[in-house]
């Protein structure tokens, strides 16, 4: 059973392999869905009136997810020596660096207390996947080149993990970094595969602000293993578990 809707401004889809019935895949997936449109009501900073808008105000104190993301945000700058931040160029709170993957793997585990062993979420291309498609086969993740759209400069395979890309392909040189205030512009994107997608996400938004130093950095950070993509369209890499085609390095 698969289902897709839009939050947070991307695609996120969410595909159930094991459920007894429609009526557990429906209501794990209900369930999994609500925890991402909370997460993204109450920390959009988009959003006048959420949590994180009114906390920046000082209407309110944090509540325990928003100490959490911010407990996440302190471990990445300090590992990562300020090059990740979760304050804007402005100065204003922009937590999603963190909250996309964050919420992302917190629905991943409302689907695991629901009985769902077996699934694959993608939210808007980050990945997080449990048990397997099939009997004997482990879940397939490609990630895209960010030259052509139609094509995979790489694929993941695993059965319990997540991949994680933060790019500007797409959106342009929108990562800032915190060490300076300005754009991230060294690489055209960065994977990261790791065992959470709270720490793939975070971990790949800092690569693409460290640069091609940043892949090995990752890997002593709790990733399983990173690549990123230059300028000209080389790659550097980390690790073993991620497959290039023929032709690439």
Known sequence: MRRTEHIMGIPISIDIRDAPDERTAGEAMSAAFEVLRSADERFSPFRSNSELRRYERGETTASADLVEVFEIARWAGIASSGAFSIHAPDGSLDTNGVVKGWAAQRAAEELLARGVRNFCLNAGGDVVTHGEPEPGR?????VRDPGDPRRVVAVVEQHDGAVATSGTYERGAH???????????????????????????VLATCVLVLGPEGVAWAIGQGA??????????GVVTAGAQVQLPAGVA
């Open 175 to 201: 990562v800032w970094d915190g060490r300076t205030g300005g754009p991230a512009r060294t690489l055209v994107a960065a994977t990261v595969v790791a065992d959470s997608l709270t720490t793939a996400d």
């Open 138 to 142: 482990p879940w397939r993740t490609g």
């Open 224 to 233: 399983r293993d990173a690549f990123a993509v230059l300028p000209g369209g």
